[in-house]
Structures are given as C-alpha cells and as structure tokens.
C-alpha cells in the first residue's frame, strides 16, 4: 500500500465514462490512482490530476498493443498495487448486426478489445497486485449466456461472454486470489447513450464499495453492481 494513502489501484481505461468516474471516486475515498490514457490528447483524467496532485498517476497504454502493454509492465515493475481493474471495452458500430452480417474486421476489432485485451493485461500485470489484493474486469450483463432470452447486440454479447469464459479459465489457473467480473449495468455513458436507465453518479459508489470490500475474498465471481451474482 502506498504511503499515506488506503490503497493504490492501476485502473486500465481511465480517461472518461465509468473509468474516469471509477478514478475520481477511489481518490475521494483516499485511494492512490494509477490511471491509463491512450495518447497524448488530454483527458478528464488529466482535469482529475490537477485538482488531486500526487493521488493521481496517468500512463499511457493502448491495450490492443503487446508492445503497449510490455512497455506498461518495464515502466511499473517493482510496484505493488491493491486492485487491477480493467475497464476498457468498446461496441460494434452498429450494435444491431447479427453475428453472420458483421465484417470480419469489426469482428476482430471487438473481440480483440473486450475479451483478449483485458487477458492480455491481467496476465501479464497481475504479479503486480498483492496477494490479498483483487483484480478485476468489467463485463456485462449481456455477456450471460442464461440471461439472454431476447437476443440483439449480438457481437457485444459474444465478446463479453468470451471474456468471461477467459477469466474463468484464469481463474482455474490462479487459484487463492480474489477476481472480479463486474455487470455495471446500462449506464448513461458514450457506451450506453442517452437512454439508459442508470446514472455514472448512482452506479460508480457501488462498484467501489463492491470491489473495496471484496479484497481478499479468494475465487472468481460475476457480480452486478449490487453485489448480486449473475448467471453465467
């Protein structure tokens, strides 16, 4: 744990949405940010590391990238954190295709980025996280193969179920450790647009709570942001 702060988290996909909201809600519990950015444009996280100093940590990494991401491990080896979280994660353009209409290239591109990214990541990050520690990943609801009576969005439902398989065989392989899949829920987010039934402000607070009081509770759950298990 970092000196004169509760706890230290790297939060992979921190620039904006859920991820900024995660970041700006751990610093105000007295937590330590070590927050990703892809590029150089300036972020919300960076408006986040004016206001809170040295809480705050931003690195670079495009998490698609192997080299991104071996360049993130030189950077923080030695470093111990409390949590990993990996938020990142993006939709198809048209969320509506089936999965016999996409592009094999927007297949790809979806898959890559939410189910073998974040793997990419908690593989080779995750001898940076205490043993009583957690690492965790955001999923979603939709990625429930029991829950998923109506269809639609497809694609986005394939790579999220995909990504949660993964973590079970990781959690197969890392046995004794906590891990964490979190469904957040349809939440007003560039993701999630405007329609959505659930706000960053009501939904981020319990993601915290849930995933602050889950260290070191070994074993992989798939949880919804009220703590509730969600069939896989």
């Given at each position: 744990?970092?000196?004169?702060?509760?706890?230290?988290?790297?939060?992979?996909?921190?620039?904006?949405?859920?991820?900024?909201?995660?970041?700006?809600?751990?610093?105000?519990r007295?937590?330590?940010?070590?927050?990703?950015?892809?590029?150089?444009?300036?972020?919300?996280?960076?408006?986040?590391?004016?206001?809170?100093?040295?809480?705050?940590?931003?690195?670079?990494?495009?998490?698609?990238?192997?080299?991104?991401?071996?360049?993130?491990?030189?950077?923080?080896?030695?470093?111990?954190?409390?949590?990993?979280?990996?938020?990142?994660?993006?939709?198809?353009?048209?969320?509506?295709?089936?999965?016999?209409?996409?592009?094999?290239?927007?297949?790809?591109?979806?898959?890559?980025t939410n189910?073998?990214?974040?793997?990419?990541?908690?593989?080779?990050?995750?001898?940076?996280?205490?043993?009583?520690?957690?690492?965790?990943?955001?999923?979603?609801?939709?990625?429930?193969?029991?829950?998923?009576?109506?269809?639609?969005?497809?694609?986005?439902?394939?790579?999220?179920?995909?990504?949660?398989?993964?973590?079970?065989?990781?959690?197969?392989?890392?046995?004794?450790?906590?891990?964490?899949?979190?469904?957040?829920?349809?939440?007003?987010?560039?993701?999630?647009?405007?329609?959505?039934?659930?706000?960053?402000?009501?939904?981020?607070?319990?993601?915290?709570?849930?995933?602050?009081?889950?260290?070191?509770?070994?074993?992989?759950?798939?949880?919804?942001r009220?703590?509730?298990?969600?069939?896989?």
């Amino acid at each position: 744990m970092t000196l004169g702060f509760k706890g230290d988290i790297l939060l992979i996909g921190a620039s904006r949405g859920l991820g900024l909201a995660m970041a700006s809600e751990f610093v105000s519990r007295g937590w330590r940010v070590t927050g990703t950015v892809r590029g150089t444009k300036r972020t919300g996280l960076q408006d986040l590391q004016d206001q809170q100093g040295e809480a705050v940590e931003i690195v670079e990494l495009d998490m698609t990238r192997i080299e991104d991401i071996t360049a993130l491990h030189e950077k923080l080896e030695g470093r111990r954190f409390d949590m990993l979280f990996v938020n990142a994660g993006i939709a198809n353009a048209n969320p509506e295709e089936t999965i016999g209409a996409v592009s094999t290239e927007e297949f790809v591109r979806v898959m890559v980025t939410n189910a073998l990214s974040p793997m990419r990541v908690v593989e080779r990050l995750d001898h940076l996280v205490a043993p009583e520690g957690l690492i965790g990943v955001m999923t979603s609801g939709q990625g429930s193969i029991t829950n998923n009576v109506k269809g639609g969005r497809e694609v986005y439902r394939g790579s999220k179920a995909a990504l949660n398989q993964y973590m079970r065989s990781y959690a197969a392989r890392e046995t004794g450790r906590a891990l964490r899949l979190v469904a957040p829920g349809w939440i007003r987010t560039d993701l999630g647009g405007p329609d959505a039934p659930f706000t960053i402000e009501e939904t981020v607070p319990k993601i915290v709570d849930l995933l602050i009081g889950d260290m070191g509770k070994p074993g992989l759950r798939y949880l919804d942001r009220e703590g509730k298990d969600v069939p896989w």
